[in-house]
């Protein structure tokens, strides 16, 4: 199984739009591994002669993401939630597939959904594009070509609510939680032993009360780490305040930071 991942900012971006801050300043220099679109991530699995690509979400910067990596396979995608920064993305997305003759199921909890109905409206009433998007409510659990997704509603703070994913392929298990403040112990539960456990988290260290945040920070993400142990975790979500070279030299082995274009493998 190949984990992709196309993006892996927080909802501004890095550079951030008239920042130059050092992390935004570096971020410019060709090659640079600050230099962050918004999260989104691919899975590519089962054989060779018919292997799947499932998107979760679908940023902004989509189509760019998409084109540079040469992702033009796509059987289905998974949302998290409704804000901006995990569905903008679907514009571009669901245009491509109505201009190729292909659907698009688009699997979220019926919570997601309805919000991306709000959003979205068109894509439920003109017929043009109800022929492309094929919405598929996950109550408990969904297998996708053999990919078992399981759903995991999550504390996002200031955000409200949010979903992460447990992705279950053969024997490998995978949990993908990019927006979420505090673990519940269902969470928690969930986390432990994972072969790769994704999780987002905006800043190294937000010092700021509780109340006022609505993803974790990379300490409390590595407090969460070693109480889950699974084999391999990632950090994603980042914003302008974490420099990918700084941080990645204070993380112990097993844990890394993502970056747009990172290819992670995970065998079936």
């Known amino acids: 199984m190949q984990i992709l991942f196309l993006g892996c900012s927080d909802e501004h971006g890095v550079p951030r739009l008239g920042c130059r ?51 033009d396979q796509l059987d289905a995608v998974l949302l998290t ?47 043009t594009y109800r022929r492309v998007v094929q919405p598929r409510p996950i109550e408990e659990a969904a297998d996708l070509w053999g990919l078992e997704v399981k759903p995991l509603r999550v504390d996002h703070g200031l955000g409200g ?19 979420m403040l505090r673990a519940t112990a269902e969470v928690r539960q969930v986390l432990t032993g994972a072969d790769l456990l994704v999780l987002g988290t905006s800043h190294y260290y937000e010092g700021i009360e509780l109340w006022k945040r609505s993803v974790m920070d990379i300490t409390t993400a590595l407090e969460l780490i070693r109480e889950a142990a699974p084999a391999q975790a990632i950090l994603t979500h980042l914003s302008h305040t974490v420099d990918y070279d700084v941080v990645s030299d ?19």
Not at 39 to 62: H, K, N, Q, T
Request: proline letters at 7%.
């Open 161 to 179: 609510t949010a979903y992460g994913y447990q992705l279950s392929f053969g024997s490998r298990r995978l949990v993908y939680i990019s927006d």
């Open 81 to 127: 939630h409704a804000h901006d920064a995990h569905i903008l993305g679907l514009s571009a997305l669901v245009t491509a597939r109505r201009e190729a003759g292909l659907p698009l199921p688009v699997y979220a909890p019926a919570q997601v959904l309805d919000n991306v109905r709000e959003r979205f409206g068109h894509f439920w009433t003109d017929k």
């Open 21 to 71: 801050c050092p992390v935004c300043s570096s971020a410019l220099v060709p090659g640079s591994r600050n230099n962050r679109t918004g999260p989104a991530m691919a899975l590519r699995y089962g054989p060779s002669y018919a292997d799947r690509v499932v998107l979760i979400d679908a940023a902004p910067e989509f189509r760019l993401q998409a084109t540079r990596l040469g992702l």
């Open 250 to 268: 204070k993380l112990s082995p097993g844990i890394s930071l993502a970056y747009d274009g990172l290819s992670v493998e995970v065998q079936e």
